[in-house]
């Protein structure tokens, strides 16, 4: 174990162990409806776009991150909230579905949380939300999930509840023994050290790294080194996901670059959702860091060649498919 309670990754074994199976993942996170427009383009401010299709769909990036870990072969407890409104009875009722314990799934008084996307005619989207219940979810309340928290391998967590309730969840999954995953997202400004340091591993794509660590720039020789400083002072694994190139491996013992499989982009919404899920799966499954941000990165490309946030998330066979095509 390293300094700061921080258990390293880069050196692990590199295949899954025999027989240890997959650890219980844990997703505290949102809930939401996505209301998807796709657009020739994304709108200026101002300005009105005329849309060719309209899908409504699950969303959130807990319940996204929930969906692609079950998917892939993971065993997925959820906690959070949703609205007494029909979309938070269809949103518990799809989770359900997925293979996702839904027990935790509170109910709230508020409504259940809305993302509005525009998808362009080259996959890229604006998102913007409301959190409506996911926001009810206090600090407080993870003590009625205390059994959520007990036998937890993997407990991955996103910045779409409130952040005082992602601190409370990070620091009850690492008293219970539990490795964390944070996906930055959506971040406005530099993380508190109490966060960072109740955190094994911190996924951010090049825009959130670069605001994580407070740099003007978000080129990659610019994050790197900043990244490294980052990893050196906390302890702690930064993985920079960097879209159609990959992601950026970096801890305080060196960094490591892992390519993406190219595919045809239909739409990027989720795409670092299935990352996330498919991370976490990894390393429940016991694959050194390497191993399992290749597997999320496979995770991610197939997604972005699907539409939808839920919809899109990948199946194990697809993943062990395209990474047969694109070998390392």
């Not at 949103?91 to 799934?105: C, K, N, P, T, Y």
């Not at 190139?245 to 499989?261: F, K, Q």
């Not at 991370?279 to 429940?284: K, N």
């Amino acid at each position: 174990m390293t300094t700061n309670g921080c258990r390293p990754f880069m050196h692990e074994p590199s295949v899954r162990d025999a027989g240890a199976g997959t650890g219980q993942i844990l997703v505290v996170g949102s809930v939401n409806t996505d209301l998807v427009v796709r657009a020739e383009r994304i709108p200026r401010p101002g300005e009105t776009v005329q849309g060719s299709a309209f899908l409504i769909g699950g969303g959130g990036k807990g319940a996204n991150q929930a969906v692609a870990a079950a998917r892939l072969g993971g065993s997925v407890r959820f906690v959070g909230r949703v609205g007494p409104d029909a979309f938070g009875q269809t949103r518990r009722a799809e989770l359900l579905r997925a293979g996702i314990d839904v027990q935790d799934l509170g109910s709230a008084t508020e409504p259940t949380g809305v993302a509005l996307i525009v998808v362009d005619a080259h996959g890229e989207n604006a998102i913007a939300t409301a959190p409506g219940a996911n926001h009810a979810l206090a600090p407080e309340d993870l003590a009625a999930h205390e059994s959520a928290f007990a036998s937890v391998a993997i407990c991955l967590l996103q910045m779409e509840l409130q952040m005082t309730t992602v601190k409370a969840a990070a620091r009850r999954a690492r008293r219970a023994g539990a490795r964390v995953i944070l996906n930055p997202a959506p971040i406005a400004c530099p993380l508190q050290d109490d966060l960072i340091e109740a955190v094994d591993v911190l996924v951010p794509n090049e825009r959130e790294a670069a605001t994580l660590l407070g740099v003007a720039s978000e080129e990659r020789s610019a994050l790197e080194d900043a990244a490294r400083a980052f990893a050196a002072k906390y302890r702690r694994t930064m993985i920079v996901t960097l879209g159609s190139a990959g992601a950026l491996i970096v801890e305080a013992e060196g960094s490591h670059h892992v390519p993406a499989p190219r595919v045809t982009v239909t739409d990027t919404t989720g795409a670092g959702d299935a990352f996330c899920g498919a991370l976490a799966v990894a390393m429940a499954e016991g694959l050194a860091i390497v191993a399992a941000v290749r597997f999320a990165c496979a995770a991610g490309a197939m997604a972005v060649t699907k539409r939808g946030a839920h919809e899109a998330m990948p199946w194990r066979d697809d993943i062990d498919a395209l990474l047969r095509e694109h070998p390392a």
